[in-house]
């Protein structure tokens, strides 16, 4: 699938493109742990293959940037390696991408997200440097569109980091993320957690291993390079097409 991707272009080319695109696709995600059986670069990886594919889906106008590889992560931090930003550090990174992309006539931009922390900072971002820079800023979870999907193909009742879906996912997008042979289910103990889970009346903050012990959720033996080409391609599919109504 063709797709202008500008780690892969040199400057006449990207001269060449800017003549037909009109909005950058920022894959935004994540360096934190997985669990036991996925590389803590999970969520960048992921986030930028779901890009490229979608700007295969808009060519000739849309145009992925380099991938912000680090996220808002402070609730993964007691397990060693990951690294996490502060949400006024992403938002300044964020703030100088844009500024760059308007100087080359690139006023639309959709940041593809694919992890769930980040998801409070850009509600942020959108407010503030759409005002400030007087761009489109648009933000998506990378699949979070095809939850009608996940809701047919995935069992566990509590899912969503290093779990059937994501696994799932990964085996399809970027299967070199997953260490197949030490899938595992999520070691999840109780506690106020619980209360604090999005849909409840309240909530706040916790620590990932106040939840489970082996840092995942959900049951990743039951993930499968199927289950996650399904959910991909629909969330894809209407990416593309929401995309395609704003421009």
């Not at 980091?161 to 289910?185: G, N, Q, T, W």
């Not at 070691?187 to 706040?204: A, S, V, Y």
Request: glycine share 6%; with cysteine.
């Amino acid at each position: 699938m063709q797709a202008y991707c500008l780690t892969d272009m040199t400057w006449p080319e990207v001269e060449q493109a800017l003549k037909t695109v009109r909005i950058a696709i920022i894959p935004l995600g994540a360096h934190e742990q997985h669990g036991p059986h996925m590389v803590e670069s999970c969520d960048a990886v992921l986030a930028e293959e779901m890009a490229k594919k979608l700007a295969g889906l808009l060519y000739p106008e849309a145009l992925v940037t380099p991938t912000i590889n680090m996220g808002v992560s402070p609730h993964h931090l007691h397990f060693p390696g990951t690294i996490s930003l502060e949400p006024s550090t992403l938002i300044a990174v964020l703030r100088d991408m844009i500024r760059s992309l308007k100087q080359h006539g690139i006023d639309k931009v959709l940041v593809l997200n694919s992890h769930g922390g980040n998801q409070a900072t850009l509600g942020v971002a959108a407010d503030t440097l759409t005002r400030e820079l007087d761009v489109q800023f648009l933000y998506a979870k990378t699949t979070a569109s095809a939850k009608d999907v996940m809701n047919r193909t995935i069992q566990s009742t509590l899912y969503g980091h290093s779990c059937d879906r994501e696994v799932s996912e990964a085996l399809y997008l970027a299967p070199h993320l997953v260490r197949e042979e030490k899938l595992e289910k999520g070691d999840i103990q109780e506690g106020k957690w619980r209360k604090l889970r999005p849909g409840n009346p309240l909530q706040g903050f916790y620590y990932y291993e106040e939840m489970t012990r082996n840092g995942c959720i959900g049951d990743a033996t039951r993930a499968s390079r199927e289950i996650g080409k399904e959910i991909v391609d629909t969330a894809l599919e209407r990416l593309a097409a929401a995309v395609k109504e704003v421009l």
